[in-house]
């Protein structure tokens, strides 16, 4: 699976938008870009995912390069409880393929 | 979305015991789970890929001896941490793959809430 890079940190206003980028410059024809958070002591939680085109659901927005080596989580009016570690992770799609996680980005609301 | 219940959330036990860890798929069936940990301030790390009805699959530097894994429903894996030591303190965390519609490559992973294993 591609390798992802993420900025460590990143802080945000609350009720502004957050935008995470995340780099995937080695990604293939055939990886999703997957999204999870996890807020302190609990388990990762599913934001989203994409292949090319850019998603949108009820948490957040995924906006995808047209050239796939890179993407942007935007959550768009961020709150306290978005306080977070923002997982970017690639991987081909399928049932035998795991979910490894990164770094992260510590995503800090501020009030 | 898809709940999957992680139980105990916390356990403390002394050096040398066996404790174990449930994962349930609360309102459906996973023929497949995954156990991470994760330590104080870092990421979470794969350990294995527990597959019902067969073997689990261990990643490379994790012994399997010591963390048995059985998958023996569609519904329930178990995580036995055995003759715990204080390094093996760590936060475990299961997962349950879902696939979305009749699509195999469209899948999400939700995860349980973690178990806080502490080892005096």
């Known amino acids: 699976d591609a390798k992802t890079t993420q900025p460590p940190s990143m802080d945000c206003a609350e009720g502004r938008a957050a935008n995470l980028p995340c780099n995937h410059s080695?990604?293939?024809?055939?990886?999703?870009v997957y999204w999870y958070r996890q807020i302190h002591s609990q388990g990762p939680q599913y934001i989203i995912h994409?292949?090319?085109n850019n998603e949108t659901n009820e948490m957040a927005s995924l906006i995808i390069t047209e050239d796939r080596k890179s993407s942007t989580l935007i959550l768009p009016h961020a709150t306290l409880r978005d306080t977070a570690v923002y997982y970017c992770?690639?991987?081909?799609?399928?049932?035998?393929?795991?979910?490894?996680f990164g770094t992260g980005t510590l995503l800090a609301v501020q009030p | 979305g898809a709940v999957v219940s992680q139980h105990p959330s916390w356990v403390i036990c002394k050096s040398g015991t066996s404790v174990k860890i449930e994962c349930r798929s609360l309102?459906?069936?996973?023929?497949?789970m995954f156990w991470y940990r994760q330590f104080p301030k870092q990421s979470l790390m794969l350990m294995a890929t527990?597959?019902?009805?067969?073997?689990?699959?261990?990643e490379q530097g994790v012994e399997k001896d010591k963390f048995l894994i059985n998958h023996a429903s569609l519904t329930l894996s178990t995580l036995t941490v055995t003759s715990a030591h204080p390094e093996d303190s760590s936060f475990y965390i299961c997962?349950?793959?879902?696939?979305?519609?009749?699509?195999?490559?469209?899948?999400?992973?939700?995860f349980g809430s973690g178990t806080q294993l502490s080892v005096l």
């Open positions: 527990s597959n019902e009805g067969s073997k689990a699959t261990y």
């Open positions: 080695t990604i293939s024809g055939n990886e999703y």
């Open positions: 992770i690639v991987k081909i799609g399928g049932a035998t393929n795991k979910l490894i």
């Open positions: 994409g292949l090319k």
């Open positions: 997962s349950a793959r879902v696939f979305q519609g009749a699509v195999l490559t469209n899948e999400k992973l939700f």
């Open positions: 309102d459906f069936q996973a023929t497949t």
